[in-house]
């Protein structure tokens, strides 16, 4: 990990951008003499780890004390776009403001698109729990489809904040049964991108005993900031 800017924002956190191994990522710290404990945050699959919305979530949690980490999946925010994946970005968009089926060209696209961003996620992880201001334990918040799989397969998360979740590949819908961590998962009623009963039904395939499920009005941005202080006191009973 190769750390290339560093600056010290108003809030008192300390911003950093690195590189590993060709993944560019961003990590957020407190000021603290103890190792904080690390949330991963990541924002669905074409955004940005500088999308303002992930950058103010991040800040806040880091004023908090915990060390926030983001990273650019493949094809996504400053890596290159392969042709392929910006005309399947375009055939979703399509077919979702024209009404039509998007299933097959969800599983084509997205599907490959975790599969190639959970390793790339848990090296990182690697190399943010080797550094000595971060301690653990590991939190996730962001994508539901990501989250799901790394939720299943890295043992180091011991609690995990979702978004969304009407639109998940069908590998992530059968690994949400493995998912035994505590969860809290935020669903905007009105989200005209996320089918609200699968949503509903992702919810209860998890097979955690802990599980939360926060619901208000509006559209995929509406989002209440009060779930943002909400879903760091769900950390701050897990990860402290």
Not at 20 to 32: A, D, F, H, K, Q
Not at 136 to 142: A, D, L, R, T
Not at 167 to 190: G, H, K, N, S
Request: proline content about 7%.
């Amino acid at each position: 990990m190769r750390f290339t800017s560093e600056q010290r924002l108003d809030d008192g956190v300390i911003e950093r951008a690195f590189t590993l191994g060709g993944i560019p990522g961003t990590l957020w710290t407190p000021e603290s003499a103890e190792p904080a404990p690390l949330i991963l945050m990541a924002h669905n699959n074409g955004l940005p780890k500088g999308e303002p919305r992930l950058v103010a979530r991040a800040r806040y949690s880091a004023a908090c004390g915990y060390a926030v980490a983001s990273i650019d999946a493949a094809g996504c925010g400053d890596r290159p776009r392969s042709a392929a994946d910006e005309q399947a970005r375009a055939e979703l968009r399509r077919a979702m403001r024209a009404g039509e089926p998007v299933d097959d060209i969800f599983e084509s696209f997205v599907g490959p698109l975790v599969e190639n961003a959970a390793p790339e996620w848990r090296t990182t992880l690697d190399a943010l729990l080797s550094l000595p201001e971060i301690g653990g334990p590991v939190g996730y918040s962001g994508w539901m489809a990501l989250g799901v799989r790394l939720a299943a397969v890295e043992p180091r998360i011991s609690a995990a904040g979702f978004f969304a979740g009407g639109f998940v590949p069908r590998a992530q819908r059968e690994e949400a049964r493995q998912v035994t961590i505590p969860l809290l998962m935020l669903l905007q009623w009105d989200d005209e991108g996320n089918p609200r009963q699968r949503a509903l039904d992702l919810f209860d395939a998890f097979g955690s005993k802990e599980k939360t499920l926060h619901a208000n009005a509006g559209g995929h941005t509406g989002t209440p900031w009060f779930e943002v202080e909400d879903g760091d006191r769900f950390f701050g009973r897990h990860l402290r």
